[in-house]
């Protein structure tokens, strides 16, 4: 079971309409921050601070080519993120037909 810590990061990631229309931009393949400041129409400073959070829930992978970077979307990232919200929101059969006041 994914902790806590890691399920509120990748949670995270998703809680912002410039997260999404960044995930949504990177659908199509990977792309350049320059790109991204264009089509999300947002400042340097601003991706950047949607960026880390997208990278640290591993959602998006970052690589530095020079003085760009370029971003695309991490399949393990996505992975993981659909696992954890399947552990979260599966049932436990061991308490499935309980009461929450049966002992």
């Not at 902790?3 to 990748?10: G, L, M, P, S, V």
């Not at 990177?26 to 264009?38: P, V, Y």
């Not at 591993?58 to 954890?84: F, L, M, P």
């Not at 599966?90 to 499935?96: A, F, S």
Request: glycine residues 4%; positive net charge; contains cysteine.
């Amino acid at each position: 079971m994914m902790n806590e810590r890691r399920a509120a990061a990748i949670f995270k990631a998703f809680c912002d309409e410039n997260r999404i229309r960044i995930i949504k931009s990177l659908r199509s393949g990977e792309k350049c921050a320059c790109k991204l400041l264009e089509e999300i129409n947002v400042t340097q400073p601003t991706l950047s601070h949607h960026m880390k959070i997208l990278c640290d829930a591993e959602i998006v992978a970052g690589r530095k080519e020079g003085k760009w970077t370029y971003y695309s979307i991490s399949e393990k990232g996505v992975k993981q993120a659909k696992e954890c919200l399947e552990q979260l929101t599966t049932l436990d059969i061991e308490y499935k037909n309980k009461s929450c006041c049966e002992k």
